[in-house]
């Protein structure tokens, strides 16, 4: 069996066919809607909310918080329909100003801003990137029922108004994406993010993916109310980028409803298997983002099997987290041991490093097949290096034996797997 990947720059490879269990993708699903039209009845039908022309006046100051590049959700598209209705209902282009909700995330380039939002956007609005390791630009909002501290942007304190966009697709850290996560961790500091993700780190994908209701989104949803979190538009897409669904309104309620069309989208039935072979597509740019892959294999590798992660990551590990390359991907046992002995402070990292590291480490081993990786990197974190996806699987069979099952995961980085 042939199987091609979707990226031209890493060749595909030939599973054997007593070997091959299956190739699993997300289902084909039609937009058979305008999407401009989706946005604005959702917009006009809010869920568990006021209309927007209810809840804003003439001289109100609108924060809209979108997400970066990271993050495939269409945010020009929504724009060009939720702007002209802010406008409408008298809100003026000086009293909108538009903040990158980066997480941890480097700081995007104008290029990237204006093929993310748009150049009209960009020219005509105050676009600004957070700075979430600032001190000077954040504030305490106050801490969770958990005893989380909430540091924020202090620009949401200012706001009259806050409109959070997002898409929603299933998540390792918080069940899913979308709602309250466009405030923790878009718009907060390190300190708060790590101390939720961490929180994620105590628990398995299994008993966290594809459910929105958990402890962490428990913590993300009770930080986006500290903060302020009005509103939010999260949209739902199919594979190809389409949108498909369009949920508006209260940021808890709204999420809930779009966690449930997301499930319908990107759920997929699948067995468990000896060797699992996984892209990360849509979630390429860097492995920080690109591990998405190896969260979904977890749920399909059986214990003592081998996950083969095919990225090109042409920014490397982690721009803003060298603490991954300095540490490597490890059991959560030996990760506390470095947070305790005061050598790891950065908590999302630690998180990090424990999500892949119980795949790789604890319930089975992990091979990488990445461009944008040196192999000697590769070896440093964690992984078994490769150059092709066919050196790959011939290591993986010679580890697992000649008569392993093998399966791929393709669009693997917005996948959920339904256990067969």
């Known amino acids: 069996m ?39 009845a959702a917009l006009f039908n809010p869920i568990g909310a006021e209309p927007l022309e209810k809840r804003i006046k003439k001289g109100d100051q609108v924060l809209i918080l979108a997400d970066d590049n990271t993050r495939s959700t269409p945010v020009e598209q929504i724009l060009k329909v939720l702007l002209p209705v802010l406008n409408k209902i008298g809100v003026r282009r000086g009293d909108i100003k538009i903040l990158i909700a980066l997480g941890t995330h480097r700081p995007m380039t104008k290029p990237e801003l204006i093929a993310k939002l748009g150049e009209w956007v960009v020219e005509q609005y105050q676009v600004e990137n957070h700075r979430w390791a600032q001190q000077a630009d954040n504030l305490y909002y106050g801490q969770t029922a958990r005893g989380i501290k909430v540091y924020g942007n202090k620009q949401l304190k200012a706001a009259d108004l806050i409109i959070g966009l997002g898409h929603i697709v299933p998540h390792r850290v918080a069940g899913f994406s979308g709602g309250g996560k466009i405030v923790q961790p878009g718009v907060c500091t390190g300190e708060t993010t790590g101390q939720t993700h961490w929180l994620s780190a105590q628990v398995s994908g299994e008993e966290i993916m ?70 990360s597509y849509p979630a390429d740019l860097e492995l920080w983002q690109a591990a998405k892959g190896i969260y979904t294999a977890e749920l399909v590798l059986k214990k003592g099997g081998v996950v083969i992660l095919v990225t090109p990551c042409p920014e490397g590990i982690a721009t803003t987290h060298p603490e991954v390359e300095k540490y490597g991907y490890s059991s959560l046992a030996r990760v506390k041991t470095l947070i305790s002995s005061g050598q790891l402070t950065e908590l999302s990292v630690a998180a990090h490093l424990v999500h892949v590291g119980r795949v790789i480490k604890e319930k089975g081993s992990g091979i990488m097949v990445s461009p944008g990786i040196p192999e000697q990197t590769i070896k440093k974190i964690g992984f078994i290096p490769a150059d092709t996806v066919d050196q790959a699987l011939t290591y993986a069979l010679a580890q697992k034996g000649l008569h392993s099952s093998v399966i791929v995961l393709l669009n693997a980085g917005e996948m959920l797997p339904l256990v067969e």
């Open 210 to 279: 594809g459910k929105r209701d958990n402890p962490v989104r428990e913590e993300i949803d009770q930080a986006a109310r500290l903060i302020g979190l009005d509103y939010i538009v999260n949209v739902v897409q199919n594979s190809a980028g389409q949108i498909i669904g369009v949920f508006a309104g209260d940021f808890i309620a709204a999420h809930r409803a779009g966690c449930e069309l997301a499930r319908e989208v990107y759920g997929v039935k699948i067995p468990q298997a000896d060797i699992v072979i996984t892209d």
């Open 2 to 40: 042939k199987i091609d990947f979707l990226y031209p720059e890493i060749k595909g490879v030939e599973i054997p066919n007593k070997n091959f269990w299956g190739r699993y993708t997300l289902a084909a699903r039609k937009a058979e809607q305008d999407p401009a039209e989706l946005i604005r």
